[in-house]
């Protein structure tokens, strides 16, 4: 079952408890004064899951996504992902966006974060239902 849990202007977080995880996507262009907040609430709600299921997937569903500034793309790697890796969460999906402006965010944003040493695996693809599968996958093991 999916239930929208968090909602914003260009954003939402679901809840899929099949997984269990949760899938974010942004719309467009999301500035650093919505974006940063956005990513701070999955946080939260990654944070309230963990405790609960233990394991808990998230999957970033950019497909409409046009463009992220560059310090946006520092800010995750150095700061969100290092909070939600030390919250317990292992596995992390992008479900890979439309736009090619955006896709060159994505190379940007895996070049910053295979400078950093955490062991966050990350995965990208073309299909949500594929990387709902992969997670459901990871997380039973």
């Known amino acids: 079952m999916i239930e929208r849990v968090y909602t914003v202007d260009g954003g939402y977080i679901d809840y899929d408890s099949s997984i269990p995880g949760f899938i974010s996507a942004v719309k467009g262009y999301m500035p650093s004064a919505e974006f940063r907040p956005f990513m701070m609430k999955g946080l939260d709600l990654l944070t309230e899951k963990i405790a609960v299921h233990g394991k808990v997937a998230w999957i970033a569903d950019i497909r409409k996504t046009e463009i992220y ?11 969100w992902n290092t909070k939600v890796y030390s919250i317990g969460l292992r596995y992390m999906a992008m479900v890979m966006p439309e736009s090619a402006f955006a896709s060159v965010n994505v190379d940007e944003y895996m070049v910053e974060r295979e ?27």
């Open 115 to 141: 400078k950093k040493s955490d062991t966050l695996i990350i995965k990208q693809f073309g299909d949500l239902e594929i990387a709902k599968k992969w997670f459901t996958d990871m997380l039973a093991q």
């Open 69 to 79: 500034d560059q310090e946006d793309i520092e800010w995750t790697v150095m700061n």
